[in-house]
């Protein structure tokens, strides 16, 4: 059983940045490819980051390609989601989630395959 769990979230006005981590109470990560998915109110649970165990592959949503980067720390116990030039859409739960070593990030962010997710985070972008 993996649990991961999600940190750094909270409020930051249009245009600020946040950093999110993911980590699984000290075990390594690097054998998990890693996603992070947001679901805002009324609308359904999206992928927007995924990155592969051994991190040299990353997908992006369209809607946060060049503002949000995903990596993978060097200590192999946390995955962080860098989010920069928040606007309001960007508010919602942030989740955390898992998949095994031979998933595919492309299949990872389309919520296929997924086995362990995190409680989730919540980010709220408002002035």
């Known amino acids: 059983q993996l649990q991961l769990v999600e940190s750094g979230g909270g409020l930051v006005q249009p245009g600020g940045s946040l950093r999110l981590s993911c980590a699984a109470s000290?075990?390594?990560?690097?054998?998990?490819?890693i996603g992070w998915f947001r679901q805002a109110p009324g609308k359904q649970r999206e992928g927007v980051a995924c990155?592969?165990?051994?991190?040299?592959?990353?997908k992006y949503h369209n809607a946060v390609k060049d503002r949000f980067t995903v990596s993978r720390d060097s200590d192999r116990t946390t995955v962080y989601l860098e989010m920069n030039s928040l606007n309001p859409d960007d508010t919602a739960v942030y989740f955390c989630?898992?998949?095994?070593?031979?998933?595919?990030?492309?299949?990872?962010?389309?919520?296929?395959?997924?086995?362990?997710w995190g409680q989730g985070i919540l980010v709220t972008v408002s002035s």
């Open positions: 990155i592969s165990s051994s991190g040299a592959s990353v």
């Open positions: 989630a898992a998949g095994t070593s031979d998933t595919t990030v492309h299949t990872l962010c389309q919520g296929t395959l997924v086995r362990w």
């Open positions: 000290g075990r390594p990560l690097d054998f998990y490819a």
